[in-house]
């Protein structure tokens, strides 16, 4: 039986204002990010979910629950659902990283296949984490609907990950928007992407000030 899979990124955080590496480092969400994660939960009000699973950063867990609202369904944390551990990076301005590690930060935007982190982890050993981590949430909510909540760098992996694209295509991936919808059925063994990086959403935001 098929299942239908919700994937979203967290709402916008201080850090993605200020141009920081994030990784496992949290940031909070700032007024726009909550508001962007109650104007998804708006939009999905009707959909029947299963679980929400969310990455267990705080950035994300409090998307979820933003989007949950006043609905039981449950809320389940995944470790392996965590964005891209980036190491010493993780806190850093862009520039910063920029300058003192040039080559490294060229390839891990633009060329993903020749990353080498100085002591985080490769784009391969992270779609393999998260790959596995939405094949087992799949597997576990046969024919049912379920929202799974991520990071940026995630959800550009599961893109090539879907499509069987070589990790060099991560770099040419559609950027994901905050609080973006994205919609993949799993009708094993093949995963259909309905929908991606969707924000039509956004316009009931005005709704959740």
């Known amino acids: 039986m098929a299942t239908r899979i919700y994937l979203t990124r967290h709402g916008q955080t201080e850090w993605n204002l200020q141009k920081r590496m994030q990784g496992h480092k949290n940031s909070d969400l700032t007024s726009l990010g909550k508001e962007q994660a109650k104007a998804l939960g708006l939009r999905m009000k009707d959909v ?3 679980a929400i699973y969310t990455s267990s950063l705080p950035r994300a867990m409090q998307t979820a629950e933003l989007i949950r609202g006043k609905n039981g369904i449950p809320v389940i944390p995944d470790d392996n659902l965590r964005e891209i551990y980036l190491g010493c990076w993780e806190g850093m301005l ?38 596995k981590a939405l094949l087992n949430i799949a597997k576990q909510n046969s024919g049912k609907d379920v929202l799974v909540v991520a990071h940026g760098i995630v959800i550009k992996a599961l893109y090539t990950y879907f499509r ?34 969707d924000t039509d959403h956004y316009k009931y935001i005005e709704e959740t000030k």
């Not at 919808?181 to 094993?188: D, K, S």
């Open 48 to 50: 029947e979910l299963n």
């Open 94 to 131: 862009f520039d910063e990283v920029e300058k003192k590690y040039p080559e490294q930060f060229d390839n891990f935007w633009n060329h993903p296949e020749k990353y080498v982190s100085v002591d985080g982890e490769s784009f391969n050993d992270l779609r393999i984490r998260v790959g």
């Open 164 to 197: 069987n694209q070589p990790i060099a295509e991560i770099a040419h991936s559609p950027y994901t928007h905050s609080a973006c919808l994205c919609e993949i059925v799993f009708n094993p063994p093949v995963w259909d992407v309905m929908k991606w990086n």
